[in-house]
């Protein structure tokens, strides 16, 4: 006999046609798309009263999703799109320390901002004035937007400013964004296939955009300025060295023969394991910290200790290792050495703001090639220099890998073209005040 299916089945499948439905009309309109509309797996959640996900889900309530395309299929669509491009954009893994309300809010505003001038006729309606009057703000006051630009706007707004907002912004729920497990495995694979679909996102848009087309255009802008900021954690590893450690190879280990042994001669294993592996890890390492008159002592301490925090992680850093603090604007102010992480806590007490003068970062790297003349410095993993941006850059590529860790925007045609770069956003490492984008 025929299994006969129940209403809740049958809403549940309906509910994936339709999904699947609104997705084709999104393609219709996004070709460039096409891998970002397929990637989320449709799942039902009768818990929600509108769509969500996490990065590996797109969760649903069955009835919601039947009632809204019965009455206002655009919304549904609008609100899909908003999904996969919080998803782009790596909103659900870039909260770091901020409050997640207003993190929340800058996330929507951001998306519908992007989605309301890519005028599709998938998802185009007609702007309220409260969105106009937003719209209108962060065009005149920001040079890019980007979530992190409108978080730091919102900061600045009375409470009931803000609940206006997010009335009017509120798409989808953001319950499932990984927020206080990010680290896990399975969200740290989401955000790495995320990550690998924008990429591929804006390749397609390239290539199916045309130089008149705004609604690509305007796209392709979006995704260079809500740029996945990679985990500081994963930018940290680009300077680890192989060496050998002391640890048990598992790889070179053979578990049969050593337990064989054991029961052949009673104590005695047959075969030792290997007493050390070759392993990829930091041993030296040296952390510029610009001091012009553009950086706070608190900011820095608060990224002193951020970092600290990563590579006292033994799988990141090796027991005996050497980092060298400078503090240096328009000359090196001080050299400070730390050569066991235990020591970080106190060196952070301890810890003073040294300059206050312009940004020159040529001295810095003349020191460190003096460190490494004089053998001070033999197996040196790179050099990090925390700054603003605002200063004059050697010609000469150095014999270490070198990456610059900029405040906020920065002029990019600046940048020589050997220095690996990351944008951090202050509140990243705790309260800071930012002013003109750039002065902190």
């Known amino acids: 006999m025929a299994h006969k299916k129940t209403q ?41 009263h509108t769509l969500a996900t996490d990065g590996v889900y797109l969760c649903y309530s069955s009835e919601q999703v039947l009632r809204v395309f019965q009455n206002n299929p655009k919304f549904l669509a609008r609100a899909c799109l908003h999904s996969i491009l919080h998803c782009i954009f790596s909103h659900l893994w870039m909260m770091g320390r901020r409050e997640r309300p207003l993190w929340n809010l800058a996330c929507d505003i951001m998306v519908e901002f992007t989605i309301d001038h890519m005028e599709n006729a998938s998802t185009k309606r007609i702007l309220s004035w409260l969105r106009s009057q937003v719209y209108k703000k962060l065009k005149d006051e920001c040079s890019y937007i980007s979530a992190s630009v409108i978080y730091q706007q919102l900061i600045q707004l009375e409470e009931p400013v803000r609940i206006s907002l997010q009335t009017e912004f509120y798409t989808d729920d953001h319950r499932y964004w990984p927020f206080e497990n990010a680290r896990a495995s399975i969200h740290q694979n989401a955000k790495k296939r995320w990550e690998k679909i924008a990429r591929q996102t804006h390749m397609q848009q390239e290539l199916h955009g045309s130089g008149s087309d705004d609604k690509s255009q305007l796209f392709s802008a979006k995704i260079k300025a809500e740029r996945s900021r990679r985990s500081y954690c994963d930018f940290l590893r680009k300077f680890s060295v192989l060496r050998e450690e002391l640890h048990a190879d598992p790889d070179e280990f053979d578990l049969n023969y050593y337990t064989y042994g054991l029961r052949l ?36 301490k608060n990224f002193l200790r951020e970092t600290f925090q990563i590579l006292h992680q033994r799988e990141h850093f090796f027991t005996s290792c050497k980092i060298h603090i400078l503090q240096c604007d328009d000359r090196v102010r001080s050299d400070q050495e730390i050569c066991h992480l235990d020591q970080s806590e106190q060196f952070l007490g301890q810890f003073t703001l040294l300059g206050g003068g312009g940004t020159d970062f040529r001295p810095a790297f003349a020191y460190v090639n003096s460190l490494i003349k004089q053998h001070i410095l033999q197996n040196l993993g790179g050099l990090l220099y925390f700054t603003d941006g605002e200063g004059t850059y050697p010609k000469n590529r150095p014999a270490y890998q070198t990456a610059f860790l900029f405040l906020g925007d920065y002029d990019t045609s600046k940048v020589p073209p050997w220095a690996m770069r990351l944008q951090l956003e202050p509140e990243e490492f705790g309260p800071a005040q930012v002013t003109h984008g750039r002065k902190l």
């Open 8 to 48: 809740t089945e049958w809403q549940n499948e309906m509910a994936v046609k339709i999904l699947d439905f609104t997705k084709q009309e999104l393609y219709m309109d996004l070709r460039f798309f096409h891998l970002a509309l397929s990637s989320l797996i449709p799942k039902a959640d009768d818990s929600l």
């Open 265 to 300: 001669y009673g104590n005695l294993p047959l075969i030792e394991s290997l007493e050390t592996r070759e392993i990829k890890k930091i041993q030296e390492f040296v952390i510029v910290i610009d001091t012009s008159d553009s950086t706070s002592g608190d900011l820095v």
